[in-house]
Nanobody, 124 residues
Framework: QVQLVESGGGLVQAGGSLRLSCSAS????????MGWFRQAPGKEREFVAA????????YYADSVKGRFTISRDNAKNTVDLQMNSLKPEDTAVYYC?????????????????WGQGTQVTVSS
């Protein structure tokens, strides 16, 4: 059974940091692009960051550029999201996703596997 499991969410004050981790099982994702998305209450799910299969290319939403960093370890089948300088508007459920496409892709429709999500709450 293919699974993506996120961890590392929680409550943090504005300006603080969190590191989210996504662990994949059931098959290797080393050839897949991986992404992080988030969904705030009453809003559409939105793209946050993506990384190519090799980790050589990354892409970020403008709202998180310079504050978030995506990375992956293909040997461990994991992808992380380091979040610094957090703001209250970063509050959302964060989802890890995998795409059969090897290169970075943004649309949610391009992702084939999704985790269950982890809650991130940033207090002001």
């Amino acid at each position: 059974q293919v699974q993506l499991v996120e961890s590392g969410g929680g409550l943090v004050q504005a300006g603080g940091s969190l590191r989210l981790s996504c662990s994949a099982s059931g098959r290797t994702f080393s050839g897949d692009a991986m992404g992080w998305f988030r969904q705030a209450p009453g809003k559409e799910r939105e793209f946050v960051a993506a990384i190519s299969w090799s980790g050589g290319s990354t892409y970020y939403a403008d709202s998180v550029k310079g504050r978030f960093t995506i990375s992956r370890d293909n040997a461990k089948n994991t992808v992380d999201l380091q979040m610094n300088s957090l703001k209250p508007e970063d509050t959302a459920v964060y989802y890890c996703a995998a795409s059969y496409l090897a290169q970075i892709t943004i649309p949610t429709e391009a992702y084939d596997y999704w985790g269950q999500g982890t809650q991130v709450t940033v207090s002001s």
